[in-house]
């Protein structure tokens, strides 16, 4: 994707601010109110407070196009009652990325002539490219982290919903969730401080601690799916984020 150092740039705070609006500051009430025209005008009005912030920009056209095409994504997808909730979840996330995508193709330097960059904006700044680039790497982790928290605990939860099976007996509130979290984080960090063979061993001790306690093969099955997805998402994630640091190097 040739978007050169400056478009790259862009699509990174666009991205982040995405995640932020989307997993961090979205409540579960919210979500379940999608449909309602004032629930949904206060969600998007987030995004776009959220690409300000982070982006510094005030392009006209850069953010009506990702306010209106936000919601209209948003408005499809609360009025998908028959549609498997993780191909609608799939399908409105692509959709979103795709305009970040295509707003960064069109205005690549974004960021760049944004109010914290450019030095003739209404608020004059003149930041090195080292303080640049620790901001980005910045943003890159923070998304990251959400990738690897609500956004992959969302997609397992959609995911394992095609295997329904509740024979596990007494267990801990939300347990399976957090033990998700942390296992992925885990992940994340290891590729952080380069030791990604580390993820085997994380594997193996939870494989040993999950399987003592399994009654079954249709047990064994459900949990072995839920582990190697789970540890898909944060190995691809991981891996992801190290390629984005690499992009905003200085040559």
Known sequence: MGLGQAGYQTFIVLFAAHLMADFVVQTDIMVENKKKVCVSLLHTGIVLLAVIILSGTLNFFAITIIGVTHYIIDWWKAHQEKFEALNAFSVDQILHVSVLLVVTLLFPRLYEHGIWLDPNSIIPKNFSQATVQVYLKALIGISALILVTKF????????????????????????????????????????????????????????????????????????????????????????????????????
């Open 152 to 251: 992959s605990g969302i997609v397992v939860r959609h995911f394992m919903a095609r295997f329904p099976y509740n024979d596990f007996g007494k267990s801990l509130r939300n347990a399976g969730l957090y033990i998700g979290y942390l296992e992925r984080l885990l992940v994340l960090f290891l590729f952080w401080v380069g030791y990604p063979s580390g993820v085997g061993f994380v594997f193996a001790a939870k494989s040993l601690l999950r399987f003592n306690q399994v009654r079954s093969r249709k047990t064994s099955e459900y949990v072995l799916i839920g582990s190697l997805l789970s540890f898909t998402l944060a190995f691809a994630i991981a891996w992801g984020a190290q390629q984005a640091v690499k992009l905003i190097q200085i040559p």
